[in-house]
């Protein structure tokens, strides 16, 4: 190739000093014939691959729409029937770990005060709590029995900064990277669910410390906030240094009594939060969602030992899914091979049999070259292509 990367092109010479193998003609003839019916059947094949790929991508699509819905496994509730015994829904839980929230925080505002030699009064200054963020679930279909909707900042584990984003451009600049240190987290991990590139960036430890309010660790649920659309998730994998999350990241760190991680990672995944988070997705060239809008989505929570176990059923259901998608994309390579392998046996004589009594492309190009040694070596003339608009006129 020649010219400019905007404008590369094959030379002309490139063709007059290339040599393609010729059959005969009778032996091209079959070749065709036969190119044309095994790669028509290598079509076939690649059709049905894709099918059986865009139905295994809907399957995980459908076991995390059974999920969410309360027809995976078993609710808690018939289970608690069946056996005669008494269950926790799942309101009943947030209710408790809410009632205890607001009862640590007036702890720890008495104390304060207790310190600077303050009493209170009266209680108006327990007025000052701000109540986590509740969804608006009235648009959302009705859950099954136990269940309830809860909000991101509703599910957050009691501590300072269990539910934040990555730091602002200016607190967290590229000449702040190292190549060794603290690990950095961006929107591409969470999307590839890999934290472990070769290409990662680093942070002083120092410069950690003072992004501490963004530091990612184990088991923390990570959400991009920007994409086509946001919403892409991921757990922050064990075994893994403790990390910062960059921009245009969410990190949910779920109260562990009331939510199982893997349960609420399939819930973020989920159709029905896919569609609240398009709903509050803004912007042209970068779409992104603010956190103040996430805390307004709506999780559906089933009782926890219920979460547990729609965790192990839809990760043994996707796991038998991701070892037939493997399969297919195997086969599709297999078919990609298959037909370089047609083409080379083709222009190698390995294709079809060869027939003694076909007359050989040697024999024939000479004839060829004969014709036109007698027409003097000229070509004949081009006919002139009649301008039809122009003639009519």
Known sequence: MTGTAGQLRVPGRFFECQKIP???????????????????????????????????????????KAAVEGRLVPTEAELARAESREYEPASVLLERILAERRRRWEEAELAKMKAKGKTPKND??????????????????????GWCWAGPEQIAAHEKYALGIGPFGSNLKVTDYREEGVPLVFVRNIRADSFFEDDAHYVSVEKAIEL???????????ITKMGEPPG?????????PDGVITADCIRLRAHPTLMSTPYLLSAIRSPIFQRQIVSITKGVAQKKVSLERFKLLAIPIAPLSEQYRIAREIDRLLSVRDAALNTVLRQAQRVIRLRQSILKWAFEGRLVN?????????????????????GNGKKQPRTRRVNTRTASA
């Open 354 to 374: 060869q027939d003694p009594n076909d007359e050989p492309a040697e024999v024939l190009l000479e004839r060829i070259r004969a014709e036109r040694s007698a």
């Open 212 to 222: 501490k309010p963004h530091i990612a660790r184990a088991g923390d649920l990570l």
């Open 232 to 240: 892409d998730a991921a757990i922050y994998p064990f075994g893994r």
């Open 124 to 145: 108006k200054w327990k007025a000052r709590y701000v109540e986590p963020a509740a969804p608006d679930a009235s648009e959302l279909p009705e859950l099954p029995e």
């Open 22 to 64: 010729v059959p005969p003609l009778p032996e091209q003839h079959r070749i065709v014939e036969t190119i044309e019916s095994y790669l028509t059947r290598l079509d076939d094949a690649m059709a049905t691959l894709e099918r059986v790929q865009r139905n295994l991508k809907r399957y995980r699509t459908s076991v995390l």
